[in-house]
């Protein structure tokens, strides 16, 4: 798993959310959130910008180009 999917993970987990609550608020499917975090998918840039907004970080973060 690349830093964007452990880091995805973390942060749902963190906020104490399922993939599949995740998914019903992006408006995806479960399945697109669990290979996002597995990396076997990529989000696109505008989902990497709602992910961001949604969890209060940047996409740099998202993406491990920052550590804050």
Not at 11 to 28: C, H
Request: charged letters at 30%.
């Amino acid at each position: 798993m690349n830093r964007f999917g452990k880091r995805l993970k973390e942060l749902r987990r963190e906020r104490g959310i399922t993939q599949k609550q995740l998914a019903e608020v992006l408006g995806v499917s479960k399945t697109t959130v669990c290979q996002w975090e597995t990396m076997k998918q990529e989000p696109s840039i505008e989902m990497l910008m709602t992910l961001a907004d949604y969890f209060h970080t940047s996409v740099d973060y998202l993406i491990g180009r920052d550590d804050i």
